[in-house]
């Protein structure tokens, strides 16, 4: 079985080791290579696994995937060929892996919190490329968290973190574990590596931590959402939560700028921005569709008492047009057949007895009650429809 470096060092990024055996991977220019010694850690508990480089004589292998296979053993996915009793020098690269030990004992104090203070259990946790999540079952299938209790486990998190607390990690005999407070039992039976953070967080765990809690930086909770009867807590730790709190200052310094307002001011200024953009909005609506009634009116012609309509107009907003058809029938003896760019819009007033649904299914696409129908068709459809009154009447 491969010696697990990382187990006593979670800070070793260089070691020297020897092939023990070696083949191709699963894809083309892959190969497998299995070392008696190595600090690569293989994805498990939610932790990714290790990028880095194999050295041998003058020829480096990029080691691109790491794995443990069922034996225990740790495979390395290399870009080169390593043949078996070659010695090699490992190393890992320390950013990724640095990163990863931030999430993850960020992910240890955050659900410890949760179990302390929430009585939350914790089942998984997921380290992704720009955030990480962990699913926790609360008590009476709770699926959400207020905003109190965010701030709270925020808090608790990162208090702890100032605080530096030791992080310490070992294999206790089985008298020994039997009296361990952990907070959840062991998924393995054999092997248990513990680790205990400040006297708070105590629990079985095989992955890589830093030395103290104070090398987590920092703790930010992103949002929370329900998972399938669960509550989904979505956070980033250390270097993640710096790089996104710039993120978040640039942007809110450039809509700051742009809304001439300081950023504690930003929510104020875009909600009355957005209260003003809907006036004028609403504005412009009543204009457009008082410009549409205009046109209704220039164009209709006296049919025995009865107003007709028949126009064809560029495309716009249905909300006017809408708006401009129903004050258009408001009057009595009205008909209008409406095209505007390829919608239909046939109305008339309700002392007239043409029925409209029907009329609109005859010439073009679409239906609705039998004094106003909206559909698809084009400028055709309302001269056809003109034709059709024309003969058949209109009472
Ligand atoms: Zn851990």
Redesign the pocket.
Known sequence: MTERLYYDDAYLWEFDAVVTASGRGGKPGEWLVKLDRSAFYPTS?G?PFDTGTLTFGKTTARVTQVEADREGDVLHMTDREIPAGTPVHGRIDGERRRDHMEQ??G??LLAGAVYETLQGTTIGLHVGHEDCSIDVTLPEERTHLTEEEIRMLEDLVNRRIRQDDPIR?WFPDEEELSRLPLRKPPTVAEHVRI?AMGDYEM?A?????PSSTGQIGMLKILSTSPARGKIRITFVCGGRALALFQSYMRSADKAGAALSCPVEKLSRAASDLKGKLAEAERRANRLESREILQKMEAGMEDHGGILLCAVAIAETDPRAVAAAASDFVAAKGRLLLLCAGERLTFARSADVKVNMNDLIKRVGRGGGRPDMACGAGIPECVFTARKILMTEGMK
């Open positions: 508990g932790q993850h004992a992910e240890h990690c680790v629990v765990c095989g992955g890589t931590h």
